[in-house]
T-cell receptor, first 111, second 115 residues
Framework: SQTIHQWPATLVQPVGSPLSLECTVE??????LYWYRQAAGRGLQLLFY??????ISSEVPQNLSASRPQDRQFILSSKKLLLSDSGFYLC??????????FGPGTRLTVT | AQTVTQSQPEMSVQEAETVTLSCTYD???????LFWYKQPPSRQMILVIR??????QNATENRFSVNFQKAAKSFSLKISDSQLGDTAMYFC????????????FGKGTSLLVTP
């Protein structure tokens, strides 16, 4: 069966510090991968998606970036965090179909 | 571009009663799917039900069913025999093949089921 992992589960970082969130999927190959952010009291906003290694599509211009160094690994990064980067970050995958399966999420607080 | 609108920020229903959550959407894609996801306090996103846009028949999953009105671009969720465990945020979402099957979500409806 397929599983999706995200870490860390929670993170508190000062403004201006770097960020690296990792997502890995097990039990499938060549998945589509997604990063979403959920701000407090709001819905999920698509940040990036990837349909293959090295293929990253950005939906929202901001100080975040994404990379896919391996088939089942998706990384969200920032060189310098802003207060507005605080939120709940969710990674998701699908096998080229329609249903998306979500990871447990990372709660990021920028202080 | 795709947009999803949920006009009910909060709703409340008594246990065993029926409640309907509203959702409207707009999409430029011809081939798309619609979804309802549940997010309990644990914040894990759980798929409740999905609807293929090319199918006229409304999807049903046990106590959950949808009313899909394609011409009106409406996609409501009906929860029958509500249970305390149904208390959660509910998100409506749409996805199309032109954007890598990425989902566009509404802002959510917070549902409280009371005893």
């Amino acid at each position: 069966s397929q599983t999706i992992h995200q870490w860390p589960a929670t993170l508190v970082q000062p403004v201006g510090s770097p960020l690296s969130l990792e997502c890995t999927v097990e039990g499938t190959s060549n998945p589509n991968l997604y990063w979403y952010r959920q701000a407090a009291g709001r819905g999920l906003q698509l940040l990036f998606y990837s349909v293959g290694i090295g293929q990253i599509s950005s939906e929202v211009p901001q100080n975040l970036s994404a990379s896919r160094p391996q088939d089942r690994q998706f990384i969200l990064s920032s060189k310098k965090l802003l207060l507005s980067d605080s939120g709940f970050y969710l990674c998701a995958w699908n096998a080229g179909g329609w249903e998306q399966y979500f990871g447990p999420g990372t709660r990021l607080t920028v202080t | 571009a795709q947009t999803v609108t949920q006009s009910q920020p909060e709703m409340s229903v008594q246990e065993a009663e029926t409640v309907t959550l509203s959702c409207t959407y707009d999409t430029s894609e011809n081939n798309y799917y619609l979804f309802w996801y549940k997010q309990p306090p644990s914040r894990q996103m759980i798929l409740v039900i999905r609807q293929e846009a090319y199918k006229q028949q409304n999807a049903t999953e046990n106590r959950f069913s949808v009313n899909f009105q394609k011409a009106a671009k409406s996609f409501s969720l009906k929860i029958s025999d509500s249970q305390l465990g149904d208390t959660a945020m509910y998100f409506c979402a749409s996805g199309g093949s032109n954007s890598g099957y990425a989902l566009n979500f509404g802002k959510g409806t917070s549902l409280l089921v009371t005893p």
